[in-house]
Nanobody, 119 residues
Framework: QVQLVESGGGMVQAGDSLRLSCAAS????????MAWFRQSPGKEREFVASMPWKIGLTIYADSVKGRSTMFRDKAKNTVYLQMNSLKPEDTAVYYC????????????WGQGTQVTVSS
């Protein structure tokens, strides 16, 4: 079992930056990849970024590519999403999730952290 706690969201102006955090605890040995998703009211949850827990390629959605960076602090078992040049369309609840194996879905989630970007 893996527990995830997101933090770092807030209210910012367009063009500002935020760093979101996702602290993982419990059976982190079951983590294959970690990902950030986001969801706005009335919309489906959408993929933002993902990275391997240990080593591999980090990928980004086209909507955030070039202005967002996902990385991990291994000593803290925490992954981050650094978001720069924020846009109003980035407004959403951001969740981190766990993918336990290559062929599995993301099946564990945190409580989410709200990001609100005003123009």
């Amino acid at each position: 079992q893996v527990q995830l706690v997101e933090s770092g969201g807030g209210m910012v102006q367009a063009g500002d930056s935020l760093r979101l955090s996702c602290a993982a605890s419990g059976r982190t040995s079951n983590i294959f990849r970690m990902a950030w998703f986001r969801q706005s009211p009335g919309k489906e949850r959408e993929f933002v970024a993902s990275m391997p827990w240990k080593i591999g390629l980090t990928i980004y959605a086209d909507s955030v590519k070039g202005r967002s960076t996902m990385f991990r602090d291994k000593a803290k078992n925490t992954v981050y999403l650094q978001m720069n040049s924020l846009k109003p369309e980035d407004t959403a609840v951001y969740y981190c999730g766990v993918k336990p194996s290559e062929n599995s879905r993301y099946d564990s989630w945190g409580q989410g952290t709200q990001v609100t970007v005003s123009s």
